[in-house]
């Protein structure tokens, strides 16, 4: 059975599209999932997605992600799409090396079939060795592919990559 990765360890992936070599921490994604908010509206049928409101924290691990609502999609009792939104969409999470990794973003969409995740809205990861910014960030899990781009109306993808040995002479 082939376990499905956590949403900000591909955010962390999407640091690797300029030369960060860490991966967000692996044993996070054998760690149960907590899920807390104000309400919660569900069908126990997976007729109709899960829908989460007045603040909404997951944690996973040293994964930690908060926004003001959630909507998740069920098939046959298995998770198939998360869409986070509003807050802004905070994630953070600690590598395997050990270094934080964090995120903003107006929207977080996770397609868990397609492997597939899209950051949008004032997007910003920031991690130990750089940044990357822009209107949307996609990241195809199963083809390492990231895109990143404004929306249609302009903008600039923005990356600043800090020296491997920053400090030191």
Do not use: H, W
């Not at 829908?51 to 069920?74: K, P, Y």
């Not at 004032?122 to 390492?144: A, E, I, K, P, W």
């Amino acid at each position: 059975m082939k376990s499905r990765p956590s949403l900000a360890p591909v955010v962390a992936l999407a640091l690797l599209a300029f030369a960060c070599n860490a991966f967000a921490r692996s044993s996070d994604r054998r760690q149960p999932i907590d899920i807390e908010g104000g309400s919660a509206i569900y069908s126990t049928d997976d007729s109709k997605p899960t829908v989460l409101g007045g603040g909404v924290t997951i944690t996973q691990g040293t994964l930690r992600i908060t926004s003001a609502n959630a909507e998740i999609t069920m098939r046959n009792g298995e998770a198939v799409r998360a869409v986070l939104r509003g807050g802004p969409v905070k994630m953070s999470q600690q590598l395997d090396d050990g270094t934080p990794m964090s995120s903003t973003s107006a929207t977080a969409d996770y397609d868990m079939k397609a492997d597939v995740v899209v950051l949008s809205g004032s997007v910003n990861v920031t991690q130990t060795r750089g940044t990357l910014s822009g209107d949307r960030v996609n990241y195809n899990m199963r083809t390492g592919q990231v895109a990143s781009g404004a929306a249609a109306g302009g903008g600039r993808v923005k990356m600043r990559i800090l020296p491997k040995n920053a400090g030191t002479p």
